[in-house]
């Protein structure tokens, strides 16, 4: 097929991409003064970060930009360029060293000082990528500025295929989930599998048109497409992980907490179909403020759109800084080393995984755990894991370097507020390991919830013959944190991105007026132009979703003893949408999402006071529409990069969510009747259940205990924690405003969100690695090598991940559901000391010593 580069003349040579790096200047232009033709290929295809080969297959994107960039006139690109260094000020992703090239092309060639013909060339380069493509070079690296509506993408075989591997993948990462650590079918381990699948299927199948009229359809359209396998992918990541429900029914159900002999499959079903479409109406009514503005990147999903291409779309062979490896071989030789490697961190010498080695030094000593142990400890250390499953654990090679970076502050400034805790004995936490969720009573035990209730409710006379429960100093960090940080980040947000909430909540009101408007219409960037072909799903087809979710909310509420009553049920749900909306801004754009479950477990301590039961259920109902909203957004946005219907997407979301309520359901049913000693800590295969106890210290405290007893007489500090947050919210935007440049990569929000990694089982060892990458990657890499970093990068953070979850699976099925136990000084060195043990404390009780005041002090 002949390329329209191929005609294009330029007036000197070809000049290699690394040569044109290694001349850049601050704008990333060449410093050469060799004049290059507006139409250059090298330039054009240097700029979009596509390849420095010309036959490369997503060369189209060049050739589309120069076909754009002749009808790019002088005046139309400062006045794109004008609105874009408007638009996108402040914007961290957006990189500094482009926004400087903007505001130079503003001020003219003169203050440009490259001479006229570069001016010109990068004057309306910038214009037309930003008007015609997209100025993260993030997005371009994975979506294509172009669409083919003839693709075929909702087919018959994307349901049958898809719905298979989504009732597959929901009952195995059901089965798994309550394991720690527990390996999941991820998307990137589904979409290897959804390929080999769909092209079997439409190598081998009929090609029959079933059905009559318009109702028809053909069983088999041609070859596996990169839509259709998209749209598989997006159905069986919305329902391919555990009902979110499910995820809180053994605190409520087992006899080690609150033993709720009435929680049947049919009830379970109920509250998942509730959180669950709570989840995807949410979603679908925010899209407008987290799905369709330019700025919400969402670099969670480019990873699985790269993936995606690389499996489907064919490519050529190219030459990147000395790579001639394709996509595809380069996935799959990473992913079969990283399938072989995890056998060694997970059975061979699993120290390499909780590499906990300053310990080894002295494994009993109590200061050194401490401070540098990875499982009771606070994780101060170097060199902390040789495990993909541990180094990825922040998302090192997908989030924004300034993420990382920020998040990690947060953590370290974490790590030493509990230190000060406990060799101080703030609220006797020298008593108690520093890093835990569990809820200790006087005597320095676990807190045994039988003791202070009657009939289900909190009895106030046997609380004061028993105890007051202490917590650990993380889990006052956390706790403390993460009531700072709702209220900060809800003022924080909506004052930096007001314009962009008061536009949407304008369209949005509009659309109920005009119901046959068109969402799309409101937004003028490329990708949404594109997709104005496509019928679009109106805002009441999500208001009717909700409608539906809350009805069978209200009568799982009404008709089974949850002790809430429904106006608590419907109070959760306005908290819950208005505190979404600037959460998933933030996600949209930094990949982290800050959580509401701590402020509606303390309301429902508020609303149904000395109701352990009342305040889990405030909490999965705010947590459910908060999780399943993240996730359906983010598979609206993937949706939106590869230009698929939007009405295909709602409809294989819906049908994914059924499929997933109803099998992990049953998966939990099977789990509870066939794991003996299920969520203990001591559970041999190791399903432990880690958030189930962090659930149930949770509701005690802030449930049964009751919010008022924990704010006034145990931690008063909780209740500043909220005004707090409030107060400085403002001034830290007005200070980011103040200093926009020296600041620009400082995220408050994210340095808070850090604080709230402690107080469970995780600590610095799980981040400190994933800093190491971050910085490698997401920022050396990224700036020196683009190309590279722009093809393999995404790829490689993929292939990592499906390899390691394939092992994890293989290892787990085969050697550690039925243990076949490896005994060796590699395997045992870990868990031989204080650290590994779970038993590293500062001070220790001695014989009739007990925590805190002595007995009738409380009330």
């Known amino acids: 097929m002949d390329s329209k580069l191929d ?11 690394q040569s044109i790096d290694e001349k850049e200047d601050f704008h990333g232009n060449s410093s050469t003064t060799s004049k290059f033709r507006i139409e250059d290929p090298e330039i054009i295809i240097e700029r979009i970060k596509v390849s420095n080969d010309l036959e490369d297959v997503l060369v189209e994107d060049a050739e589309f930009v120069i076909d754009k960039l002749k009808t790019m006139d002088t005046s139309e690109a400062l006045k794109v360029l004008g609105q874009a260094y408007e638009y996108f000020q402040g914007d961290m992703n957006f ?132 839509k259709e396998q998209v749209l598989a992918t997006i159905m069986i990541n919305a329902g391919s992980s555990v009902a979110i429900f499910l995820c809180y029914v053994p605190t409520m ?65 190219t030459n990147v800084h000395g790579w001639t490896v394709s996509k595809y071989k380069f996935f799959n030789i990473v992913l079969g080393c990283a399938f072989v490697y995890f056998f060694i961190p997970d059975y061979l010498f699993t120290a390499l995984s909780t590499f906990n080695w300053p310990t080894w030094i002295a494994p009993q000593n109590n200061n050194l755990a401490i401070i540098m142990g990875s499982s009771a400890g606070l994780g101060f250390n170097p060199v902390t894991t040789f495990d993909w499953s541990m180094l990825n654990y922040s998302n090192s090679l997908v989030l924004p370097c300034f993420a990382i970076l920020n998040r990690y502050l947060g953590t370290f400034i974490g790590a030493i507020i509990i230190i000060i805790m406990i060799y101080t004995n ?78 949407a909540f304008t369209g949005f009101v509009r659309s109920l007026r005009h119901r046959d408007s068109n969402v799309l219409d409101e937004f003028d960037d490329p990708v949404s132009k594109l997709m104005r072909r496509y019928p679009e799903v109106p805002d009441w087809w999500y208001i009717i979703v909700l409608l539906f979710a809350m009805t069978i909310g209200i009568i799982a509420v009404r008709c089974f003893p949850t002790q809430l009553p429904v106006w608590a049920f419907f109070a959760v749900i306005g ?148 005004l707090i947050g409030a107060l400085i919210a403002v001034p ?62 995404y790829i490689l953070s993929s292939a990592l991940t499906a390899g390691t979850a394939f092992s994890g699976i293989l290892i787990f099925l085969a050697l550690q559901y039925h243990p076949k136990e490896l005994n060796w000084w590699g395997n045992t060195v870990s868990d031989a000391g204080v650290d590994g043990m779970m038993t590293a404390r500062v001070k220790h009780l001695a014989v009739d010593e007990t925590l805190g005041s002595a007995q009738g002090t409380w009330s």
């Open 7 to 17: 005609t294009i003349e330029t007036d000197t040579e070809a000049t290699s991409l």
């Open 95 to 226: 990189p500094l060293r482009t926004m400087d090239k903007l505001k130079m092309l503003l001020q003219g060639s003169d203050a440009y000082g490259l001479g006229e013909d570069l001016y010109d060339l990068d004057l309306r380069l910038e214009a037309t990528l930003i008007k015609y493509h997209s100025p993260y070079p993030e997005v371009r690296s994975v979506c294509s500025p172009v669409d083919d509506a003839c693709i075929p993408c909702e087919t018959f075989r994307v349901y049958l295929i898809a719905g298979i591997w989504t009732a597959f993948a929901t009952f195995v990462n059901s089965f798994l989930y309550w394991r720690q650590p527990h390996f999941t079918f991820t998307s990137q381990v589904m979409q290897i599998l959804i390929v080999p699948t769909g092209q079997f299927y439409s190598r081998f199948m009929p090609d029959w048109r079933v059905g009559y009229g318009e109702y028809s359809f053909r069983l088999n359209p041609g070859p596996w497409s990169f």
């Open 253 to 317: 159900q087992l006899e080690m907490f609150y033993g709720l002999h009435w929680l049947s499959y049919g009830f379970n079903v109920l509250m998942g179909l509730c959180c669950q479409f709570f989840g995807l109406a949410v979603a679908g009514i925010l899209r407008r403020w987290v799905v369709y503005p330019v700025k919400a990147v969402w670099p969670t999903i480019l990873p699985t759109l790269q993936l995606n291409r690389t499996l489907v779309v064919p490519e050529r062979r």
């Open 426 to 503: 703030y609220e006797s936490t020298a008593y108690i390991p520093p890093n835990t969720s569990t809820v200790y009573d006087r005597y320095g035990v676990k807190y045994n919830t039988t003791r202070v209730m009657t009939d289900g409710y909190f009895d106030a006379e046997k609380y004061k013959l028993y105890s007051p429960p202490f917590i650990s100093a993380g889990a006052i960090t956390l706790d403390g944190a993460d009531y700072t940080l709702i209220t900060f980040a809800f003022v924080y947000i909506f004052v930096t991105e007001w314009k962009t909430i008061t536009k």
């Open 575 to 722: 908290i819950t949408i208005a505190l979404l909306t600037p959460g998933l801004i933030l996600y949209a754009s930094a990949g982290y999402m800050f959580s509401i479950q701590h402020l509606t477990t303390l309301l429902g301590g508020y609303w149904v006071p000395g109701s352990g039961i009342a305040c889990i259920f405030t909490r999965v109902l705010g947590f459910g529409m908060d999780e399943k909203a993240d996730l359906y957004v983010g598979d609206l946005k993937l949706a939106h990069y590869a230009k698929l219907p939007p009405r295909a997407v709602f409809r294989v979301q819906v049908l994914s969510t059924l499929i997933q309520v109803f099998i992990s359901g049953a998966s939990w049913e099977m789990l509870r009747k066939g794991i003996p000693d299920l969520c203990s800590l001591t559970q041999k295969s190791k399903y432990t259940c880690t958030f189930a106890h962090t659930m149930y210290s949770q509701s005690l405290l802030f449930g049964l205990i009751g919010p008022k007893r924990t704010f006034d007489e145990i931690y008063p500090v909780f209740k500043w924690a909220f």
């Open 732 to 793: 830290c935007w007005f200070l980011r405003r103040l200093f926009p440049r020296t600041l620009h990569y400082w995220h408050p929000v994210l340095i808070l969100s850090g604080v709230t990694h402690w107080g469970s089982t995780y600590n610095l060892s799980y981040y400190t690695s994933g800093v190491y990458l971050s910085v490698t990657f997401m920022w050396y890499i990224k700036t020196r090598y683009t190309l590279w970093w722009a093809k393999y990068n």
